[in-house]
């Protein structure tokens, strides 16, 4: 069963710094770009940034470009996203997402976590 487990979310201070990671396992035969998104308190889901499956094409959203950045050890490997000056309106739980094919012969399937926490204080 493939598990995808972020981790890292935390309370900070405006102007703060927090690395959210995205741990996968499970039985992994290949894996495409992760993505992360968020979900602030009466919001809908909001995409926060991604890398695609090559490591080399990076995307962000607005509101965070220039403050954060997606990182990922190798395609199968674990995910990172490294915040910056962060704001009070970066406040909620962030969600990795990544697809995966278990095997040569299934199709890929979108795999989420459980989330992490991010509190940003004034």
């Not at 990922?72 to 406040?91: A, I, S, V, W």
Request: hydrophobic share 30%; with cysteine; proline share 5%.
């Amino acid at each position: 069963q493939v598990v995808l487990v972020e981790s890292g979310g935390g309370a900070v201070q405006a102007g703060g710094s927090l690395r959210l990671s995205c741990a996968t396992s499970g039985p992994i035969w290949s894996a495409g770009g992760l993505c992360w998104y968020r979900r602030a308190p009466g919001k809908g889901r909001e995409f926060v940034a991604s890398i695609d499956y090559k490591n080399q094409i990076t995307d962000y959203a607005d509101s965070v470009k220039g403050r954060f950045t997606v990182l990922r050890d190798d395609p199968l490997g674990t995910g990172y996203l490294h915040m910056y000056n962060l704001k009070p309106e970066d406040t909620a739980p962030y969600y990795c997402t990544q697809g995966i094919a278990t095997t040569e012969s299934d199709p890929y399937r979108q795999y989420w976590g459980q989330g992490t926490q991010v509190t940003v204080s004034s």
